[in-house]
């Protein structure tokens, strides 16, 4: 495919160009995948990142702002920027903390995890990426909605787009096309060629409705469980934020993000039993006020934070697609469901994958191969550094979305020991050794009588550390070709599926 000409040439004219790499959106995981591509390549190959919004509003979720819990790892962005050679600081890095605490509904138990990262300003962090592009020589054109992929041969050869500020149509051609177009991708879901990619999420039991808003304050009561400028704070309460969660991440001393995320058919059934008809605006707001350490709470009056103050968005929170790749297609970030299953962080993984494909997609370009096989190291090294962990986490959330706060209190308490929270804080899956040891069983009465209060309780957390080892275990196994990924989806869902059997409500 010959090289792209005319870089200038604005997309309204309708001129049809070739390209070695066309990504669709830009966020997060699309910006540094071209970035990646651009650097893995050292300028010798031609990117297209294509975004539907304006130059100022760049990378810009939804129509609501930059949607976003603005939290990443130190070890996510260090992993990138070493990649790069390139470097975030402020006011993109708006605030530091030391790690996320996960609170039970109760409050009385604590889990750390995640280690020192970075409060984000999403709208100033896009402004900074547009920069990078632009050095690393990344055409972007702006305003230019994706809607369809040009197919020909089983390959995916283009992409359909429609100029927003014309009107008129214009299609690019490229050697691979990366979606990174979000959750609800037209591209992925309508994919016009035979692939492993799954096309449909369960949107009933795998997607949170989430909200966020940004705001200033002045300090109320010192507690620490509601508000430190040192550590995200992430609650868990069924009530509040049914089938999610609900956060305080810190933006500085007087200054946050706050919000919640909850499964819809779950916030149906809390609103049925408590005869209410709330939403997720509605219960932000409670949230809000009943945030004892915030007081007099106020949208934020910076002008970094303009048309960026409240958001309502949707996020995957199952195990990333199982298949990543396909004949000149590929796949990252939410369009992949790659936030974490067990918090919703999509800015780490995303991160991560874009360094993994960029070097991938330059390889298999370069030795003249993006087919479905010659792309598929992607899924290969993705499943290694990320994705192993994913499918043990989603069977924990299902798990204890079926909870009630008195039982997930209880087991935070009781039930999670030392060796747990060292997982968690690896970003492991815990194996609750208290419940799985004979050993200590038998030799530890307090523990005994305490499971003797809620056997069944203990019985699922046990189920749910078998599981996660055996998925574990079979994510070790993922094949190094395609000829191999069928025989071991099979084995893959039959395992998972027999998690979510015997780990629903009913059969616990």
């Known amino acids: 495919m010959e090289s792209v000409l005319n870089k200038g040439t604005p997309a309204g004219l309708g001129v049809d160009k070739a390209y070695d790499v066309v990504v669709v959106g830009g966020g997060v995981a699309g910006a540094h995948t071209a970035m990646a591509v651009a650097r893995f390549s050292k300028g010798r190959l031609s990117i297209l990142l294509i975004d539907r919004n304006s130059a100022e509003e760049f990378g810009k979720k939804t129509r609501m702002g930059w949607s976003c819990g603005d939290a990443v790892s130190k070890k ?47 709208k100033v962090w896009a402004s900074r990426q547009l920069e990078y592009l632009e050095k690393f020589g990344v055409e972007v054109r702006h305003g230019v909605d994706a809607h369809s992929l040009i ?40 994919l016009p060629i035979q692939s492993y990619i799954e096309r449909e999420i369960d949107k009933e039991n795998d997607v949170i409705g989430t909200g966020r808003y940004i705001v200033e ?18 609650h868990l309460d069924q009530v509040m934020a049914p089938g999610g969660y609900s956060w305080v991440f810190p933006k500085g001393e007087n200054k946050a993000n706050i919000g919640l995320g909850v499964l819809r058919r779950l916030l149906k059934q809390r609103n049925a039993r408590l005869g209410v008809d709330e939403n997720l605006q ?37 195990r990333q697609n199982d298949c990543l790749v396909a004949n000149g ?83 935070m308490k009781y039930f999670l020991s030392q060796e747990d929270v060292e997982s968690i804080k690896r970003r492991e899956h815990p194996r609750f050794p208290l419940l799985t040891s004979l050993m200590r069983y038998l030799l530890d009465g307090s523990l005994r009588r305490k499971i003797r209060e809620d056997p069944e309780l203990a019985k699922g957390l046990r189920l749910t550390a078998e599981k996660s080892r055996r998925l574990i275990t079979l994510y070790g196994q993922y094949p190094e070709e395609p000829s191999g990924f069928e025989k071991w989806h099979k084995r893959f869902l039959a395992e998972l599926n027999d998690a979510y059997r015997r780990l629903s409500p009913q059969t616990v």
């Open 151 to 190: 197919a020909s041969d089983g390959y995916i050869r283009g992409v359909r787009c429609k100029d927003l500020s014309t009107g008129e149509d214009v299609e690019f051609y490229a050697k691979v096309v990366v979606d990174a177009s979000g959750s609800a991708s037209k591209l992925r879901t309508n």
């Open 76 to 122: 996510s962005m260090d992993f990138v920027c070493s990649n790069l050679g390139i470097s975030y600081g402020h006011p993109e890095i708006e605030h530091k903390v030391d790690g996320v605490l996960v609170y039970s509904p109760d409050h009385e138990s604590k889990v750390l995890f995640d280690g020192d990262g970075y409060i984000l300003n999403r």
């Open 282 to 318: 509605d219960l932000i707001e409670k949230y809000l006020s009943l945030n004892r350490a915030v007081r007099n709470p106020r949208p934020s009056s910076s002008p970094l934070d303009e048309n960026n103050i409240f958001n309502i968005w949707q996020v995957p929170v199952r």
């Open 329 to 411: 297609f590929a796949i990252i970030g939410d369009a992949a469901w790659m936030p974490r299953p067990i918090d919703a962080g999509g800015i780490g993984p995303a991160l991560e994958a874009s360094i993994i494909l960029g070097r991938h997609l330059v390889e298999a370009i370069e030795m003249g191969d993006v087919s479905q096989a010659g792309l598929w190291r992607y899924n290969v090294e993705y499943v290694r550094r990320r994705g192993y962990q994913m499918a043990s986490f989603e069977v924990l959330r299902r798990y204890l979305q079926g909870l009630s706060n008195e039982r997930i209190s209880f087991g």
């Open 217 to 234: 304050f002045e300090r109320g009561e010192d507690d620490p469980t509601w508000f430190d400028p040192r550590y995200c704070i992430i």
